[in-house]
């Protein structure tokens, strides 16, 4: 059985790359693939400690993260394809269009 150490560095090593992509980088399709790193960092947190414990609840919390993030995808996705026909440009920092 493998220790959790070892989970909880893979979920500190999924956490860095997530935030230096989010504070780091412009492109908005690069943003929303480190938010979804971040979120897999949580759900390797929550199962870990589940294990670790012996409950379902952070195995159930993690499948509720998963859909979460399957809808925050879609829509993000989405967005990103209306605005990028209208201003033809995915730079998070030219992206003041919902602003007043």
């Not at 230096?20 to 693939?33: A, E, F, H």
């Amino acid at each position: 059985m493998v220790p959790i150490g070892h989970y909880l560095f893979l979920s500190a090593a999924l956490l860095g790359i997530g935030i230096v992509g989010v504070v780091t980088r412009r492109n908005v399709i690069i943003i929303l693939m480190s938010v979804e790193l971040i979120l897999n960092a949580v759900n390797i947190n929550l199962i870990a400690f589940s294990r670790l414990v012996g409950s379902v609840e952070g195995q159930i919390f993690a499948i509720f993260i998963i859909t979460d993030a399957a809808a925050e995808a879609a829509v993000g996705l989405g967005i990103i394809i209306a605005f990028f026909r209208n201003r033809e440009t995915l730079l998070g920092d030219e992206m003041d269009l919902m602003k007043w």
